[in-house]
């Protein structure tokens, strides 16, 4: 198993995530505990000595499982992370009460890594709303050892990040987004990390393998892959990519299976970044990939100007075409609804009124009202 230094750690360049644990009878809620048990197994004996959860994983569950196998084993054999669930803005005014359910429910003392959960547009404000004390909660907590390392977690863009990090960031010691090879320009994450890098802030990665979409390529792009490491699968192509960034320090993986467990820990008994040419043919492949289904918008602006709606179309767009693709790839799509409820109803896709003024100016020639149309009716669907 690769290490990495953090601080005074060694961490498994590896970690567990539990939000896509194995469930039974294909109900998220009830995840098959003995199956998780020798994955668990597998993984520490293998070196894994990270796992992550959350208090909303698998319907709340996801803690209590974690933290009755992990409770198996010593203290000091694992680090385990976790999350303050600011995804619901019903829980801003409940840091402590939450706190304290989740050492209950994970069985621990002390957090070795815990979260301000998803950091994003709807919930910023909340967040840096000094009345709900969230962090002066969790930065006591931290004072006394119930907390050893306190970070973020970001799927917000890089200005709520910017804005997160003008407030706290002197006091995060880690962030984690998702990053991936099609995420690299398609959600900017290129730029995410640039600003986590002049903050001098670690970078743990989320979906690595973008929900499994990336673990299969079209049979002319694995042909290419392997056309250079023949002996490299297609998934494991997607951790070389992060092997590659030496910003990254942790890759969590939301293993379903053993089978997932085992190859993962196999790719990662070894460091093999990419070359130059190696990186440029994966990121042209992602670049693919995104083109067969995302609007070519390239944020003119000439459309804004032409709305009487005033609407901000190359945003809206840019959502869009994450909703399609990830719709598309058979996951489940959170982050342009969560985006687009921070805005008010009169700048949603749905205040569109189809005058076409914009496509008039489109130099790409986008059917714009098209898209929005489209747009609205799958958030209402």
Known sequence: MIYKNFQNLKLSALGMGAMRLPVIDGNDALIDEAAVAKMAAYALQCGVNYF???WGYHGGNSEIVMGEI???YPRDSFYLATKFPGYDLANMDKAEAIFEKQLEKCRVDFFDFYMFHNVCEMNIDAYLDLKY?????LKKKKETGRIRHLGFSAHGNCDVMKRFLEAYGEHMEFCQIQLNYLDWTFQDAQAKIALLNEYHIPVWVMEPLRGGSLASLPPENAAQLKALRPDEAVPAWAFR???TMPEVTMILSGMSNMEQVRDNSSTFKTEKPLNRK??????????GMVKKIALPCTACRYCVSHCPQKLEIPNLLKLYNEHCFTVN???FAFIAP???SSMPED???????????????????????????????????
């Open 52 to 54: 992550d959860t959350a």
């Open 241 to 243: 990519f992060l092997q």
């Open 278 to 287: 190696e990186l440029d043919l994966l990121l042209d492949i992602a670049d």
């Open 338 to 340: 969560m985006a687009l």
């Open 329 to 331: 790839a058979g996951r």
């Open 347 to 381: 700048k949603r896709p749905a205040a569109c009124i189809g005058c076409k003024s914009c496509e008039a100016v489109c130099p790409q020639s986008i059917k714009i009202s098209q898209a929005l149309a489209d747009f609205a009716a799958r958030l209402s669907a």
């Open 133 to 137: 004390g969230i962090f002066d909660c």
């Open 70 to 72: 992990l409770s198996q």
